[in-house]
Each structure stands twice: as structure tokens, then as C-alpha cells.
């Protein structure tokens, strides 16, 4: 399994955008990705503006997969990524214990 963590810092004044569209976003993952376990996002409760994406996919192919996907960008690379300060990736392996 390959996990994503991804950390975003949303520009003053557009967080609720952001979250808008990361709900359509999870919305699409859910429907259209079988490969992605989990997609879930977390705000921050000290700073509006900090979220954290934690995405787990079966394998790499999974993962590139999701990438090219036409939601991801639309919506990712299009609309969430213009209005960030700073977006952070890790990436990690699950270890099975």
C-alpha cells in the first residue's frame, strides 16, 4: 500500500473554497477510483487555513493512476493549487504490522 500525506496552506480568505472543492474532489475519488482505499481531508483546529490530505492507494500504479485522472486535473492542479501558499507531499509505504 502507498500512503499520501498532503499538506496544504490556502491563501487568507479562500479556505472554504478549497474545501468545497476537495468535497467534490473525495466525492469523485470515491466514485471513480476502486484503486484509492482511503481520501480523507482534515483542517487544522488552531489554523483554518492548514489542511492535510491522507490518501491511501493499493500500489503505485493506483497512485499514478489517480494523478492522471481528469478530476484530479480539474480540480486539483486547476482550481485547489492556485489557491495555496504552500502544498507539501510525503509519501509512504504502509508496512503491514
Do not use: W
Amino acid at each position: 500500500m502507498k500512503v499520501l500525506l498532503a499538506r496544504y496552506t490556502v491563501k487568507k480568505g479562500k479556505t472554504k473554497e478549497v474545501l468545497d472543492y476537495l468535497r467534490v474532489m473525495a466525492e469523485k475519488v470515491n466514485e471513480c477510483e476502486p484503486g484509492c482505499r482511503v481520501y480523507s481531508v482534515h483542517q487544522s483546529t488552531e489554523q483554518a487555513e492548514s489542511i492535510v490530505l491522507y490518501e491511501v492507494y493499493e500500489d503505485d500504479t493506483a497512485l499514478e493512476e489517480h494523478r492522471n485522472t481528469p478530476h484530479f486535473k480539474e480540480i486539483i492542479e486547476g482550481k485547489v493549487i492556485p489557491l495555496l501558499e504552500k502544498r507539501e507531499r510525503e509519501f509512504y509505504n504502509l508496512l503491514p504490522f
